[in-house]
């Protein structure tokens, strides 16, 4: 066998190859939508256990779950696989007026199941319709989880294989096929929905690539400066508690609000601003203890007691009540207002 021959034996190689069609594909789900399907099961599988059994006096939820979840998984694959014939193909195409979300059409093959699972209490009482019947289920989500009953990653890998079967429009997960798994695995690593863990100290969320962005604006865990412009740099879960009580621009009440003073300042400045407008607080001051006196002797009385007074000692008092105290004490002393 020459060269010739056996170059011509890799063309034909390569021919078969691309005739056959590129064998691996890539997996990948929007992370998102297959949580939301998850959670979707979860809530079915205990929707079809209580009604299954509701005013039965010798079984309960838990009693027929392992065995109606076996019939949940087999009986949504097969509505899946069926899925795009039954609905697209047979009632006009790809452009067909029907829900294109997985969450929704798996959801509504759940309803189905769940209602075919109803026993004869159920479907004859107002069963259906009761807060009872819907506390029962939410406890019953509550104990399959705390007894590990259908852990989070099992579910979602049930509904990994339930979205790529509905999703005809490749909306929610990669379509694309490689010839090698070399090719596939270069693919996966620049796929937008590979997922991808936050980089946020504390943040254990992860995501599909594309969800990096939505992610990203409600973190917890992302450190973000101050809302209200102080140095302080923290968590954004922290934030709300932050801005209400220890950060120095929190707004205040000004320490005088009860005598007239309807200024907000941040709590930073309140020094600066009882120093400010120390006059303006005395004439309020003086307003109460002289309620019919006239502005002019108010103003008038407040130069009294600035010259008969350190203004820095009028000014280092903080607080209403002894500010007032002490502007009473100069106020007597004066005598009369003129």
């Known amino acids: 066998m020459d060269f010739t021959d056996i170059n011509l034996m890799e063309d034909e190689k390569k021919f078969e190859k691309v005739k056959e069609g590129p064998s691996f594909h890539c997996d990948l789900c929007d992370s998102e939508v297959v949580r939301e399907i998850a959670d979707v099961l979860v809530m079915g599988l205990s929707t079809a256990c209580v009604d299954n059994t509701t005013a039965d006096l010798f079984k309960g939820p838990a009693f027929v779950a392992v065995d109606m979840r076996k019939e949940m998984i087999e009986y949504l694959t097969q509505r899946s696989e069926t899925y795009v014939a039954e609905v697209v193909v047979q009632e006009g195409g790809a452009d067909a007026e029907t829900s294109d979300h997985p969450t929704e059409i798996i959801s509504d093959f759940i309803d189905d199941f769940a209602s075919s699972k109803r026993n004869m209490f159920s479907r004859v009482s107002g069963w259906l319709l009761s807060e009872t019947r819907e506390d029962k289920i939410d406890d019953f989500v509550q104990e399959m989880d705390l007894s590990t009953f259908w852990l989070m990653e099992r579910r979602e890998a049930i509904a990994k294989t339930l979205l790529r079967n509905v999703d005809f429009k490749d909306k929610f997960h990669c379509k694309m096929k490689f010839h090698t798994t070399e090719e596939l695995t270069e693919h996966r ?14 943040c254990n969320v992860s995501y599909s ?12 865990f992302k450190i973000l400066p101050c809302e209200q412009n102080c140095s302080t740099s923290l968590m954004r879960r922290e934030m709300d508690r932050h801005c209400i009580t220890v950060c120095p621009m929190k707004l205040v009440s000004c320490p005088f609000y009860q005598v007239g003073c309807e200024s907000t300042i941040p709590q930073s400045m309140v020094v600066q601003h009882c120093s400010e407008f120390l006059r ?33 000692e009028l000014a280092a008092v903080r607080d209403m009540r002894s500010l007032t105290l002490l502007v009473k004490e100069l106020d007597t002393k004066l005598g009369s207002l003129e």
């Not at 990096?212 to 973190?219: S, Y």
């Not at 006239?294 to 008969?308: C, G």
């Open 189 to 202: 690593n620049q796929c937008s929905f590979r997922y991808i863990r936050c980089i946020n100290e504390g």
């Open 209 to 220: 690539e594309l969800h990096k962005e939505k992610h990203d604006l409600t973190c917890p």
């Open 280 to 312: 303006s607080h005395l004439v309020q001051i003086l307003h109460v203890i002289h309620k019919v006196a006239s502005a002019e002797q108010l103003t008038s009385r407040v130069e009294q007691i600035e010259k008969s007074s350190s203004v820095s």
